[in-house]
């Protein structure tokens, strides 16, 4: 079985930085492409970043495009998002998914297979 728990979410200024981990267990899920998707209020789920397996290639979706960094450390099975410059319309329940392949990255939400429970991210003006 594939799960995934997301950490690290919270109340923050805009400007402000958070980092958000995604602990997953599972013998092969640390060799699939995984990503962080967001759902504001009021609003359909959207991509945020993909990275793939070796964390040699990431994607960004073009709103948060150098303001967030996607990594993951197969070791301890974890992915981060560093969250820097955040802004009011930023804030959403961030989900960590993870896809069942190994090649490059995606951002379809067709392809993530397996999800976490999400965590809050609220930036205050």
């Known amino acids: 079985q594939v799960q995934l728990v997301e950490s690290g979410g919270g109340l923050v200024q805009a400007g402000g930085s958070l980092r958000l981990s995604c602990a997953a267990s599972?013998?092969?899920?640390?060799?699939?492409?995984m990503g962080w998707f967001r759902r504001a209020p009021g609003k359909e789920r959207e991509f945020v970043a993909a990275?793939?397996?070796?964390?040699?290639?990431?994607l960004y979706a073009n709103s948060v495009k150098g303001r967030f960094t996607i990594s993951r450390n197969n070791a301890n099975n974890t992915m981060y998002l560093q969250m820097n410059s955040l802004k009011p319309e930023d804030t959403a329940v961030y989900y960590c998914?993870?896809?069942?392949?190994?090649?490059?990255?995606?951002?379809?939400?067709?392809?993530?297979?397996?999800w976490g429970q999400g965590t809050q991210v609220t930036v205050s003006s």
């Open positions: 599972g013998r092969t899920v640390n060799m699939y492409t």
């Open positions: 998914a993870a896809t069942g392949y190994n090649d490059g990255v995606r951002s379809r939400t067709y392809d993530y297979h397996y």
């Open positions: 990275i793939s397996w070796s964390g040699g290639s990431t």
